[in-house]
Every structure is written in structure tokens, then in C-alpha cells.
């Protein structure tokens, strides 16, 4: 059974770099047809996709939601089947629980579980 | 970019039909049959229930079942139970010049 797991810092100071984690088991990143992508959701709001980043026939392809584009880069560490996120100059409204997730045709089937992170000084 | 429009609640008694529309543009949903619904319970990930408009992942119940007609996508949740008292989140692919994803702004379902 594929399982995601979020791992990264849960307070960043604004204008810094937020960085996660997510860690995969139960199945090689490279070896399968996907995309992995991070969503974010601000407490008490709803669900924000951020981007996502294809693997093995996809070949690293990266999309990212428009507005967060110029602030976002997500990558792929094969040798520790792991894939990340960076989100810089970070404000308030950064302050979100992350989930990574693989998807299937645009629709996240597998989520990890979640990790709060807080911007603030 | 515009998130996916939803109702902000709706409600039925248990044993009722309820259906959760998901209005998106001639971009997003009137344009591609990737329409997946999620559940999430507080402080839980959410779950996917429906994908491809109407598909059915491996475990969900066929009291749930999706639809699209134009630019809406629909969920409906049959035979209601309190168990399915939750937040209900709908997504689709949006193509352009720039290829993402976008869900909806999310309905509380309350069964009554």
C-alpha cells in the first residue's frame, strides 16, 4: 500500500524559504507514470493545489498554479524516493497544513497526512 | 484561476438524496472530463470519492456518484448517513496556457 509522509520545519519567519518533504513508500516514485503534487489548505479554509511534478515517463515535468509560479519549485530525489517543496519569500498567508499527494489523471488518489506549517516571526 | 464555485453547505435527513453542484468555466470543467470529489473530516486528508466525473476508486460506496453537464459537475450522495457528514471538495483539471489544478471553495454537508 503506497503511503506519503510530509516532513519539513512547522515555523518559518516571513520573507524566508519554506522547505517539505515528502517521503514515499510502498512503491518506487521513478519507476510509475504519476505525478506528485503538494496542496495546501490555510486553517479553517479550503484545499489549494500548488504544483506537481511527473515522474518516469512524464519525465520531471513540473506545472505549477499560476499565481504561486514565481515562488514555487518542486523536485524529485530519486535515490531516496523522495520529492520536495520549496516556497520562498513566504508571508502569512503561507500558514497552511501541506499535503503531499500522487495523482492519477488530475485527481490526488493518495494523501499523506498532513503538516501544519506557520509563517510568523 | 478562479477556484471552482460551490454551495457553501447543504443538508438532508438521513435516508434523502443530496446534490452538491461545482461550477468552473468552459476551461476547466467545460473542457475536460477530470472531475474528482473529496471528503475530508476535521483535521483528516481528504478522500477521493469520485474521479473522471463519475468513476468510482476501489471502496467507495455507489451511494455516491458524480455527474457533468456543461461548464457544472455534480455529486450526489443517495440513501444520506450521518456518517457522511462532512466537508465535500470538488476538483478538475484546468488547461490554458499554464496546465494546473483547481478545486472548489468546498460544502459543508450537515445531515439533519
Known amino acids: 500500500q503506497l503511503q506519503l509522509q510530509e516532513s519539513g520545519p512547522g515555523l518559518v519567519k516571513p520573507s524566508e524559504t519554506l522547505s517539505l518533504t515528502c517521503s514515499v513508500s510502498?512503491?518506487?516514485?521513478?519507476?510509475?507514470?504519476?505525478?506528485w503534487a503538494w496542496i495546501r489548505q490555510p486553517p479553517g479554509k479550503g484545499l489549494e493545489w500548488i504544483g506537481s511534478i511527473g515522474s518516469n515517463y512524464f519525465s520531471g515535468k513540473t506545472f505549477y498554479k499560476p499565481s504561486l509560479k514565481s515562488r514555487v519549485a518542486i523536485s524529485i530525489d530519486a535515490s531516496k524516493n523522495q520529492f520536495s517543496l520549496k516556497v520562498s519569500s513566504v508571508t502569512a498567508a503561507d500558514t497552511a497544513v501541506y499535503f503531499c499527494v500522487r495523482e492519477y489523471e488530475s485527481a490526488p488518489n493518495y494523501w499523506g497526512q498532513g503538516t501544519l506549517v506557520t509563517v510568523s516571526s | 484561476q478562479s477556484a471552482l464555485t460551490q454551495p457553501a453547505s447543504v443538508s438532508g435527513s438521513p435516508g434523502q438524496s443530496i446534490t452538491i453542484s461545482c461550477t468552473g468555466t468552459?476551461?476547466?470543467?467545460?473542457?475536460?472530463?477530470?472531475v474528482s470529489w473529496y471528503q475530508q473530516y476535521p483535521g483528516k486528508a481528504p478522500k477521493l470519492m469520485i474521479y473522471?466525473?463519475?468513476k468510482w476508486p476501489s471502496g467507495i460506496s455507489n451511494r455516491f456518484s458524480g455527474s457533468k453537464s456543461g461548464n457544472t459537475a455534480s455529486l450526489t450522495i443517495s440513501g444520506l448517513q450521518a456518517e457522511d457528514e462532512a466537508d465535500y471538495y470538488c476538483c478538475s483539471h484546468a488547461g490554458g496556457s499554464s496546465p494546473h489544478v483547481i478545486f472548489g471553495g468546498g460544502t459543508k454537508v450537515t445531515v439533519l
Open positions: 510502498g512503491g518506487s516514485i521513478i519507476s510509475s507514470n504519476y505525478y
Open positions: 468552459s476551461s476547466d470543467i467545460g473542457s475536460y472530463n477530470f
Open positions: 473522471e466525473v463519475s
